[in-house]
């Protein structure tokens, strides 16, 4: 079992939401903060500008920003800092060929360290030459930089809240955990985000209850279905053993006491192939399966049967090619073989009993496989019960249409509802008393 801190998840994530969030805002405030200042120096450019306009001769003037006029062609002819002479041609500069074409210009630059920006304003004047005014300005990255001591000192506090939000969070979390009624936790009061939590602790203890209930049920039918048999031979027995039985009653007691030792094994393997099924632990491997073979196997096996009964039993393949499924053939012959003996036992006198195997398409491709019989029917508030271990519509049920005791064990239908199951086969039933029965399965292909 792996464990994992509920604490550090938390703390993780609530800091690195806030680192994020902390984050995002300083860039944000940074960035408004420095275009403010960026617009302000702007301002000021452009109003020292205006100023200098109106002034004859710039040399006398005292600022520290750098005043620079250039003529129509881009030569420099004044600047307060660096000797004209030495200066290029301005002609390509992005605030002159502005400034020529729409009265000023206002444009950045970095400078060669990428730490500075230079700022120009630049304003074409009334006698066709260009005055520009530009200082200098730290970059955003510099500011970040003198922020540091102050953002890491931020950055430090939100790990603390982080480790102490997570702390107290955790504890409360788990602690309502613990409060929860395992029993009964749809009467607990709880978190929102909770209730799938405890949805799932109330059905699996809904199903907890339902298997509880089952394997009581289970034991009770075994106990019963067990006793029956039992009682039998060990009434025989005795009676056998008093020597008190001619030979004729003797030859009958044998005969019953095999016949119910008979049914007390295929009880037990029934309840052993079910037991498989339940718990998934079929050894088998699936390989591909006909069923028009394993049909005809089926119908070949109970021929004897069903003429026993006067009951006629045929196949009717509808596919077209050979279809195969995908399955263990010694589940998949037991599900058929129980469907069409049920059929045959519980069918009229001269009655029939069709076994069809056709492709049907509806969400995808299915195999169907149908049993249809002309016996007693089935009462629609029984069907769904019918599926269930020993379950017995009446106590008719137990016995054939001739009023014989029927060998089976009340398991049959529960073993192909099972079987169904484990091949992912839809199982249904249609039946009206009286009119027969129809069993269908629907087995997936591909």
Known sequence: MRVKSLT???????????????????????????????????????????????LPDFAEIKTGNRITVIDFQGNVIFDNQTDPAEMENHASRAEFIEAMEKGKARVSRYSSTMLQKNLYFARRLENGTVLR????????????????????????????????AAFCLSKRITSSIEKIDFDKPEENETFIEFLPFIKRISDENFEKKQREEIRRQFSANVS?????????????????KDGSADEKTMRSFSEDIYNESQRMIRLVNDILKLSKLDEESITMEKEEI???????????????YANKKNVSVELE?????????????????????????????????????????????????????????????IAENQQERIFERFYRIDKS??????????????????IVKHGAKYHNAKLSVRSNPGEGSEFCLLFPLG
């Open 224 to 240: 019963h279905e067990l006793k029956t048999p039992l009682t039998s031979i060990s009434g025989f027995a005795e009676i056998m």
């Open 317 to 377: 393949n509808k596919t077209k090619e050979r279809v195969y499924i995908h399955g263990v053939p010694a589940v998949i012959q037991e599900m058929i073989f129980n469907l069409v003996e049920n059929a045959v036992k519980y069918n009229k006198e001269n009655g029939n009993v069709v076994v069809k195997i056709e492709n049907v398409d509806l969400e995808k491709r299915y195999l169907k496989l149908s049993v249809k019989d002309t016996g007693i029917g």
């Open 8 to 54: 550090f998840r938390i703390f993780i994530n609530t800091f690195l939401v806030g680192v994020a969030v902390y984050f995002v805002c300083a860039v944000i405030f940074i960035d408004s903060f420095y275009r403010y200042f960026e617009d302000k120096i702007f301002s000021e450019l452009e109003n020292e500008c205006d100023y200098l306009s109106l």
């Open 290 to 304: 006909s069923m028009a073979e394993i049909c005809l196997a089926v119908i070949k096996s109970l021929e004897p």
């Open 397 to 414: 049920r137990a016995k054939d249409t001739q009023g014989n005791r029927t060998t089976g064990t009340g398991l049959g239908l529960s």
């Open 133 to 164: 005014i530009s200082c200098r300005q730290y970059t955003a990255g510099v500011l970040v930089f003198g922020l540091s001591q102050a953002l890491l000192c931020l950055l430090a506090i939100a790990l603390i809240i982080s480790g102490v």
